[in-house]
């Protein structure tokens, strides 16, 4: 679609238009946690379809347990893959897409 309208760069890449978000869970019911997982979404101008998506994770229940009894954790299937500050989340991951948008679809 992006091809016939046209949008193709000087090196003969097609480009498209994206609409991006994202977000994160807060909870607030008398507590004020910081969020523990954020998502971001790359979505196409002309199909409306997700191009991408991808998550964050600042806590993993077996880590917690093995830093709570302060040791190192025995490997495990951890879902932990966020370290630094939460709104920071949402631009890492759109960052991301946007390095494997030509790998995945061909588009910049
Ligand atoms: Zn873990």
């Known amino acids: 679609m992006a091809k016939e309208n046209g949008q193709i760069d000087k090196k003969g890449d097609v480009w498209t238009t994206v609409y991006i978000d994202g977000g994160w869970s807060k909870r607030s019911y008398g507590h004020n946690y910081n969020a523990a997982s954020g998502v971001g979404v790359i979505i196409g101008q002309f199909t409306k379809q997700l191009l991408y998506i991808g998550v964050r994770n600042k806590y993993c229940c077996v880590c917690a347990r093995y830093a ?16 630094v500050l939460s709104p ?4 890492d991951i759109i960052v ?13």
């Open 68 to 83: 709570n009894r302060q040791e190192m954790p025995k490997q495990h299937v951890c879902y932990k893959n966020w370290d």
């Open 88 to 91: 920071a989340m949402e631009s």
């Open 96 to 108: 991301e897409g946007f390095r494997q948008s030509m790998e995945m679809h061909n588009l910049k």
